[in-house]
């Protein structure tokens, strides 16, 4: 992997009459030099990125259409073994396509080899732009040695090179600590989005610990009956009318209950009371025979 990018020190240069041209020409390498230098880092570093991004990309590519090949390969040439295709494993090629997309997305792959490319394109551009502004202003000097006037024309021209270099490398900085900061953010809001599931399934298996389910039929001159009756559970003044052969009570506290029918057939209310302990987490069954009211 490349080294980080290091700027280098240009140190005093002598401006004295003579040593204008020698220290002219060791600003415009040391300027030049730097960009050369942010070229070569931008080109070796994007060269993994680039890898990562091709098998990322292409392995999601890959899944998501056998995806939607394997079933209908399956259905075409079912197995000798007479077993059915599962319909799970589309479901798995979806969701490891997704999650390469999403390993891409936040090491950003993609976007940091697009971008590092973009870069050093354009500082490849600037630097063929100095260079050959450089050699136009160079050629204008009517002796070996610039003037003065010339020699502060040359050094505000590799001024103004080696601060667009700093901007172009600034600017894809900034983009890089964006986008870690977008893709960090995006972790965040996973994580707590993965704990508010696991927080609610947990909840969910603490209730159903604490709750169970009963199956209720009412026996009514030796046959379940299959018409509506008034349910009460544990002393309810109104209860609730259903309609049988059988009910489906959830979510009852675990523990003892006491349940009332009442079945009115005939003109004449029949009546039966029985008690029942709800396990928690599973569904008991329970009967009642309900007999006329004297």
């Known amino acids: ?52 991004a091709t098998a990322l990309r292409s392995s999601a590519v890959l ?8 079933p209908l390969v399956a259905a075409v040439f079912p197995p000798p073994t007479g077993r059915e295709f599962n319909p799970l494993v589309t479901s798995l090629m979806v969701a490891l396509a997704a999650a390469l997309f999403g390993i891409d997305k ?50 505000s021209r590799c001024n103004v090179f080696a601060a667009r270099i700093n901007a172009i490398v600034t600017e894809e900085t900034h983009a890089w600590i964006a986008e870690f900061q977008a893709s960090l953010a995006q972790l965040g809001e996973s994580v707590k989005a ?15 610990a604490r709750t169970g389910a009963l199956n209720v039929s009412i026996k009514h001159n030796g046959e379940t009956y299959a018409g509506p009756f008034r349910l009460r559970v544990n002393g309810d003044a109104q209860g609730r009318v259903f309609v049988g052969p059988n009910v489906a009570l959830v979510d009852l506290p675990a523990g003892p209950h006491k349940l009332a029918a009442e079945v009115s057939a005939g ?6 009371e029985f008690s029942v302990d709800v396990v928690p ?7 009642v025979t309900v007999v006329p009211v004297a």
């Open 106 to 155: 936040f090491f950003n792959y993609s976007a940091g080899w697009m971008r590092y490319v973009r870069t050093g394109l354009t500082l490849r551009t600037a630097l063929s732009e100095f260079e050959f502004e450089w050699q136009i202003s160079r050629a204008a000097w009517t002796a070996p040695e610039p003037t003065t006037e010339q020699t502060g024309e040359m050094l």
């Open 63 to 70: 899944l998501l259409s056998l995806s939607g090949l394997v």
């Open 267 to 272: 003109g004449t209310v029949h009546r039966g």
């Open 1 to 52: 992997m490349a080294k980080d990018l290091i700027p280098i020190e240009l140190g005093k240069l002598p401006w004295d009459e003579g040593t204008r041209a020698e220290s002219l020409a060791k600003v415009y390498d040391h300027v030049t030099g730097d960009a050369r230098t942010a070229i070569r880092w931008y080109q070796e570093s994007r060269k993994p990125k680039k890898w990562v």
């Open 194 to 208: 993965a704990e508010a599931r696991v927080e609610a399934a947990e909840a969910k298996r603490i209730e159903a």
């Open 281 to 287: 987490g599973r569904t008991s069954e329970a009967s």
